[in-house]
Structures are given as structure tokens and as C-alpha cells.
């Protein structure tokens, strides 16, 4: 099973800090629309400081995909509010 950082942009999954700088561009987008900017961008703020000084590098890859399906989920998300489409990861059998 491919990783979930695949879904994302190489420069952007294996960079730490270009990571947490799209994690608060989406935290500020989320908070715009529901009105509490300050709040999740704080929220975003926090686990990465919480695990700022982290040296083990099977941590920091979890962390990281961790950060990493939060971003995806958001983009599908949206993705299914625009199109109106339900992007779903097990297809029901018919």
C-alpha cells in the first residue's frame, strides 16, 4: 500500500516546514468559513510545536503522515462539496 504522502507533492510531503505552512493555509480556509480562524489555526500550531524537538525518524514520518491524511481528507472533502460526487474509499458492492 503506497503511502498516503504519494498523494501529495514531493516537495511538499517530505518538507516539514512547507508542510505545516499548508497545514496553516487550510487551518486559516477552515476557520474563514466557520468562524473560528483562530481556534483551528491554533490547533495546527500546537501539534507541530507539541512534536517540534522529536528526533526518532519513524515519529516524524508518522507525524508527518498524519499531517498528511489530514490535508487529503480535507481536499476530498471539498472535492465532494463542489461536485457533489461522494468520494468514497470502499465502493458498496451491488
Do not use: W
Request: net charge positive; glycine share 4%.
Amino acid at each position: 500500500m503506497p503511502s498516503l504522502q504519494t498523494a501529495l507533492p514531493p516537495e511538499l510531503a517530505n518538507n516539514v516546514l512547507r508542510l505545516y505552512r499548508e497545514c496553516l493555509r487550510r487551518a486559516k480556509y477552515i476557520g474563514h468559513r466557520q468562524h473560528n480562524t483562530e481556534l483551528v489555526v491554533d490547533m495546527v500550531r500546537q501539534q507541530f510545536k507539541k512534536n517540534m524537538h522529536e528526533t526518532d525518524p519513524e515519529k516524524i514520518q508518522k507525524f508527518k503522515e498524519d499531517a498528511a491524511r489530514g490535508l487529503i481528507n480535507h481536499i476530498l472533502y471539498e472535492s465532494e462539496q463542489m461536485s457533489g460526487r461522494k468520494f468514497s474509499k470502499n465502493p458498496k458492492a451491488t
